[in-house]
């Protein structure tokens, strides 16, 4: 019986279609609905924080790295502040840094962040809307960004939203300022990301990969020039580590107690037999972009790593003394990620 009325509600929605495929204004409101961000679906269950629209951010999933995850849920922070909306997070089990073993929480965003607001009972309020993809591509399309490609006013807007809405819980907080301040040790430092990893594979829409030879190219543009005092190299690939140790021996800085790959697979995807690998992993690159972040130069590839470094130094009201983005295209082929 079920299925015959799921089956008849298909079939009275395709009859409405049909007989009104003449219809203009018809068909043009069921175009819109589909095609527009701001016609937003508003859900009542219950009657908590009555005036107050909520709007519910999930992770998006699908083998999104940290950052690609951060850099949606941050446009979907500017969305709902621009309609007057109060944001909450929720990252489940598609976080591709979820850990099942953390019990303290059972959303994954908190392993790392307090909420962006203080609002109870969120499930039981009077009105609530579910972020989307939608919502944060609009975002993405009004500043022209084509995918790893962003606008620099794109960068100081969204830096606006982590200086409002991103905040570190205590111990993510202790674990950055510790460690940061452990290496960087109050020298003149310039930054470096590289990715090795994944990129390798030369995915529709994903950056053109940068051998090690010219990020060091790169690197050495700027090193000659004797403003800094040592280089803090965060990068995925065991080889670039070994190669930035020849070139600048004893003035390069990385952590050490990190995954690193010597092949063609994200470590995001790795398994290891550590306690907490997962959230560890998560931890580490944030803790990455955090200390690229602190560094007076960055040099880096395409890549969501460099975006963040850069929103987060932005979001300190601080710019790079210098910046190099060394930028050689995107993939444009069949080759889909996650297929």
Known sequence: MIKFLRKSVKLEYLRKCLANRGNKVFVDEVLHFVETPDMLKLRHEGKENPGKIIYIIPAQGCGWGFFAEMRGTWAKMLYAERLGMIPVV??????????????????????????????????????????????????????????????????????????????????????????????????????????????????????????????????????????????????????AVSRFDERFSGKLLYYQDVVRTKGDVSVAFSSEERKHHKYKLGLEVLRDVYTLSQCEGLVCGLSQVGFAARVFRKSYERDYEDYILVDHGIYTNKNQFGK
């Open 90 to 239: 929720e990252y489940d089990s598609s976080f591709l840094y979820y850990d099942k073993e953390i019990k303290r929480t059972c959303n994954a965003y908190e392993y790392y962040f307090e909420q962006p607001s203080c609002v109870e009972h969120v499930h039981q309020s009077a009105n609530i809307v579910y972020g989307g993809l939608i919502h944060s591509h609009s975002i993405e399309m009004e500043y022209g960004n084509s995918g790893y490609n962003v606008q620099d006013r794109y960068v100081d807007d969204i830096a606006e939203v982590v200086k409002k809405y991103v905040k570190f819980n205590p111990s993510t907080r202790e674990y950055l300022t510790n460690n940061c301040l452990k290496i960087l040790s109050r020298k003149q430092v310039l930054g470096v990301h590289y990715r090795g990893s994944d990129f390798k594979k030369k995915f529709n829409g994903h950056p053109v990969p940068l051998t090690i030879d010219q990020i060091i190219d790169a690197v050495s543009t700027c090193w000659d020039n004797g403003k800094y005092d040592a280089i803090f190299l965060a990068t995925d690939d065991a080889e």
